[in-house]
């Protein structure tokens, strides 16, 4: 089974009409819409995320900032949580008979950040997951959406610990002025 992320329901929904060739079926998981198919004689999921569904955080006890040293606050570890408890639980429950995984979030840092972020997760979930490839387009027309499934590539972790600098950076800056 094909198991593809995308960043928003709306993209998941567009995508899996245009692999399906309009031949998708919506269900869900608990409130969660996933979105199924049959390509080449293969099951395949979409579901959408709803952007970041890891929260950066301080631990608990550094949560309130004003009464903590800024100073202090620069040297803290943030913490990453699952803010979207209902996507975790469909993606749970998607990922744990599926070795192979689409990653076709928004093709810049933020995406790149996301899609890292549910593969964390979703390897916690399936420690069997290990064939992860990459959708990369700019537009959800057909002809992109299919060239970038024809074309498969990797996900670029450079890009997202660019993203995950620039995360961590908002937090300690914001925090601290």
Request: charged share 20%.
């Amino acid at each position: 089974m094909q198991l593809v992320i995308c960043e928003k329901n709306i993209a998941a929904r567009r995508i899996a009409y245009i692999l399906s060739n309009g031949q998708v079926k919506s269900t869900h998981l608990g409130k969660i819409p996933v979105y199924s198919f049959t390509k080449n004689d293969e099951p395949w999921d979409v579901i959408g995320l709803k952007g970041h569904i890891i929260n950066l955080d301080y631990p608990s006890g550094f949560n309130q900032w004003t009464k903590i040293p800024p100073h202090e606050l620069i040297e803290v570890e943030p913490c990453k949580n699952v803010s979207e408890t209902g996507i975790a639980s469909a993606l749970k429950t998607l990922v744990k008979d599926t070795p192979s995984l689409i990653v076709a979030t928004d093709f810049d840092r933020e995406g790149e950040l996301i899609g890292v972020e549910v593969v964390n997760l979703l390897r916690s979930y399936n420690p069997a997951l290990n064939q992860i490839k990459r959708a990369r387009y700019s537009a959800i027309t057909p002809f992109e959406i299919n060239t970038a499934f024809d074309n498969l590539t990797e996900v670029d972790y450079n890009l997202s610990y660019a993203g995950e600098a620039r995360q961590v950076i908002d937090l300690v800056w914001g925090a601290v002025l």
